[in-house]
């Protein structure tokens, strides 16, 4: 099902869901297994997707990207998700949290240095907000930047950076008033290779264990004034306006495992046979796969419409933190259900290595915790709609 009859889909948007599963199934699906059990960095292959376009969908060709729109982004996404999670959270960091925050915020110089680089899949970028006592509540963050003549002065550490260790830009948020609390958060682009700046520990994870993720650590790291993202005190504000973009790519990413879930748990009750039948003939096998397509179809829908109202906001400016949330919050939940339900479907070898049904499960949480929990997101959507800050 494409919901084609719902949404503008175009020729185009059929090419780039079709160049990214062909590439998703014949080079990420074989090693993803390899690649999570390393928890290596799969360097190979995200090159290769900057080279088909993948790594600045919605970049416009002028800064090194695709130049296509958020629907193209959402069905390339879903596509690498479903074979590996891991390639779906270093290309969404990379689309959503780097290159939409730098062509949404930055300066044209900026965007000729930075964005080109990241969105042409040459680099990588990174985007690191949370800290060890500073997630949720990002008004509390320690790292600070002191203005010093021409620079600033950065020191602190940022945890939970993907794509952390091999970034070659990362987008930061530092106070430079923590008086001020949210109000006192400025953005910096800062450049991996500076003085100051270090990877820190390596974050050992339950899932998505190939995309890289590190603390970062400064001391006393001078960053040069052209190197701010907008202006002193706009760091809260860019950094959640980057998240409702991004609350999209990880809807994308949760629908993606989902339906590589589903799909397998559809196979294996067709082909299982258990007290003389299939176990997809037993009612309560065939129930729990219905309620999966069901929930599945219903974040489908629930992602194209919040891409849709991303796509309105290029031309009227109107936010789309409402429709953003509400599709992250739902296809994460649905991704959990949907990998929780594969698992019981294969029995033993739902719990085994040598299937992929245990990985989806581990990948799948995730998207319930990053770029807002999904307490966040129901406080987000409560707030907006009862108009209660
Ligand atoms: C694998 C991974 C990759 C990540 N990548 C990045 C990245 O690239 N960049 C980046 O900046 N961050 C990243 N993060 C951090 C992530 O965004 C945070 O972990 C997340 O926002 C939650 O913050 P926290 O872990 O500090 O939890 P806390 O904020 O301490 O929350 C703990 C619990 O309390 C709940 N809670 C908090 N406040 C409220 C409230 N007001 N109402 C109800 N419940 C509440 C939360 O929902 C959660 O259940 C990543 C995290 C992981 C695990």
């Given at each position: 099902m494409t919901s084609n009859g719902l949404f503008p889909f175009t020729d185009e948007h059929e090419m780039i869901r079709q160049a990214a599963r062909d590439f998703a199934q014949n080079e990420i699906a074989p090693i993803a297994a390899e690649f999570d059990e390393s928890g290596e960095f799969p360097s190979h292959t995200i090159m290769k997707m900057g080279e088909l376009g993948l790594m600045g969908i919605e970049v416009p060709e002028e800064y090194g990207g695709a130049g296509m729109d958020t629907l193209a982004y959402v069905l390339a996404l879903e596509?690498?998700?479903?074979?590996?999670?891991?390639?779906?959270t270093i290309m969404s960091v990379n689309n959503s949290l780097f290159c939409y925050g730098l062509l949404r915020f930055g300066t044209e110089a900026q965007k000729q240095k930075y964005l080109r680089a990241v969105a042409s899949g040459k680099h990588v970028g990174a985007y690191s907000l949370t800290e060890p006592m500073s997630g949720s509540d990002a008004g509390t963050m320690r790292t600070r930047a002191v203005r010093d003549g021409d620079c600033y002065v950065l020191n602190g550490r940022k945890s939970w950076v993907s794509s952390g260790p091999v970034a070659k830009y990362i987008v930061v948020f530092s106070m430079t008033a923590p008086e001020k609390k949210q109000r006192g958060i400025t953005a910096f682009i800062i450049e991996t290779d500076r003085p100051g700046f270090s990877v820190g520990k390596k974050e050992p994870k339950l899932g998505i264990r190939a995309s890289a993720t590190s603390e970062i650590l400064f001391e006393d790291c001078r960053v040069p004034v052209e190197n701010r993202l907008g202006e002193e005190g706009e760091g809260f504000?860019?950094?959640?306006?980057?998240?409702?973009?991004?609350r999209i790519g990880i809807a994308s990413q949760a629908l993606g495992i989902a339906e590589a879930a589903y799909e397998a748990s559809l196979e294996y009750a067709r082909q299982r046979e258990a007290f003389g039948q299939k176990i997809g003939e037993f009612q309560g096998i065939s129930f729990k796969l219905a309620d999966m397509k069901t929930r599945i179809e219903a974040a489908r829908l629930l992602i194209y419409s919040a891409a849709m109202a991303k796509e309105r906001s290029k031309k009227t400016g109107e936010r789309f933190t409402l429709e953003a949330s509400i599709a992250k919050l739902f296809a994460s939940e649905t991704a959990m259900f949907v990998t929780h339900a594969a698992v019981q479907i294969h029995g033993g070898m739902g719990y085994s290595k040598e299937l992929p049904i245990e990985?989806?499960?581990?990948?799948?949480?995730?998207?319930?915790?990053?770029e807002g929990t999904s307490e966040i997101q129901r406080l987000v959507i409560s707030r907006m709609e009862s108009g209660l800050r």
């Open positions: 596509e690498i998700s479903k074979a590996d999670a891991a390639h779906g504000k860019i950094a959640m306006a980057v998240l409702d973009a991004g990985r989806y499960f581990r990948d799948a949480k995730i998207t319930e915790i990053y």
